[in-house]
């Protein structure tokens, strides 16, 4: 018995999603927002958030444990992060993805075993509806999911606007930009970039506003169309982020065409995405995210650098390399 392994790994990984649920509802019930003015006593946040007594005081001590609150002599407050990222209050705000998440995804991703039996999305397009299709048609999950977008690549945003040699290149164009952080990120780092957020007709309002609100309008544009059936606009750099991913390996390809189609001679594609590492074995988040475009998608799911290096390829590119960039996403970049 004493050689015996211990099950507290399996048992630990088993109550996972107890600790994302928590962070979850912190963000749905406003937790982070309320205390960023000042910290608050167990009784007084109860209160503020309309909590009912019986399992309030773990709730909040369960987010201390999970390091996602301070508490000093009984009163609670955010840390660093929290502060900067869960405050609605903050244009640093993230939680747009959690409340994106809370709302979609966590409930979706129940489904997984049935996604996994079947093959088939388990969102709102089960039952074979096209995904964004039918996203779109509510206005308000159209802004949710947008905003989202905007929450989950701030990080990944930020590094590319540093990551990439953005000096040699004057013009961009951003392929499904969502709300358009990608092009605000690129254009508050460098003041001599103009760029285009490309994406359905829908998201044009979404766009501007949020363009608006940085007052970058002499500089970014928002293009709408469908990248399917109309041609990409053109310029010295085109990003795909997070696109691939949705869809079947055709249809990455005629993706990957049009870019090239789109780029001057010496023009680049960035690709970025939650790749897959090549051996298939490090990392896992990658993986379980693949699980999640199972989840959302009919055809998608994440690939690795090599398949992408290999697809742009056969597009044309004649040179590509790979790069980590932040957090789970890893960026290829093809130059024509
Ligand atoms: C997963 S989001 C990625 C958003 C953003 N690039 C990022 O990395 O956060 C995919 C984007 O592709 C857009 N999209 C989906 N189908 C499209 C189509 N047929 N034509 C143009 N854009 C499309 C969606 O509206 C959405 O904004």
Not at 13 to 42: C, H, I, Q, R
Not at 110 to 121: D, I, K, N, V, W
Request: with cysteine; net charge negative; charged share 25%.
């Amino acid at each position: 018995m004493g050689d015996q392994p211990v099950p507290d790994g399996i048992i630990d990984l088993s109550f996972a999603f107890f600790g994302s649920k928590a962070l979850l509802s912190a963000v749905e019930l406003g937790l982070f927002t309320e205390l960023a003015d000042g910290p608050l006593d167990a009784e007084t946040l109860r209160q503020r958030l309309g909590l009912h007594p019986r399992a309030s005081l773990d709730f909040f001590d369960a987010l201390f444990g999970l390091g996602l609150l301070e508490r000093v002599d009984g009163r609670y407050r955010n840390t660093t992060e929290t502060d900067l990222y869960l405050d609605r209050a903050k244009p640093s705000y993230v939680g747009a993805w959690l409340e994106m998440t809370n709302d979609r995804l966590y409930p979706f991703f129940g489904a997984l075993t049935e996604g996994l039996r079947t093959g088939q999305p388990q969102n709102e397009a089960k039952g074979g509806d096209d995904f964004f299709g039918v996203l779109y048609q509510d206005p308000a999950r159209l802004r949710q999911f947008a905003s989202s977008m905007t929450g989950v690549s701030m990080g990944t945003a930020r590094a590319l606007a540093r990551k990439f040699p953005w000096a040699k290149y004057r013009t961009f164009v951003d392929v499904g930009t969502a709300q358009g952080n990608l092009p605000v990120q690129l254009a508050l780092a460098h003041d001599d970039l103009t760029g285009v957020g490309f994406d359905l007709p829908a998201l044009e309002p979404i766009v501007a506003d949020y363009v608006a609100a940085f007052g970058l309008n002499d500089r970014l544009r928002f293009s709408a169309g469908d990248f399917f059936v109309d041609p990409l606009p053109a310029a010295e750099v085109l990003v795909m982020g997070n696109i691939l991913g949705d869809w079947s390996l055709d249809e990455r390809k005629v993706l990957l065409a049009k870019a090239y189609a789109a780029l001057p001679e010496g023009g680049a594609l960035i690709v970025y995405e939650q790749l897959i590492d090549d051996e298939r074995r490090e990392r896992a988040v990658n993986l379980l995210v693949s699980l999640l475009l199972l989840i959302e998608t009919p055809g998608g799911g994440c690939y690795t650098a090599t398949d992408c290096r290999s697809w742009m390829g056969e597009a044309g590119f004649r040179e590509t390399t790979v790069e980590h960039v932040a957090g789970p996403d890893w960026m290829v970049v093809g130059v024509k």
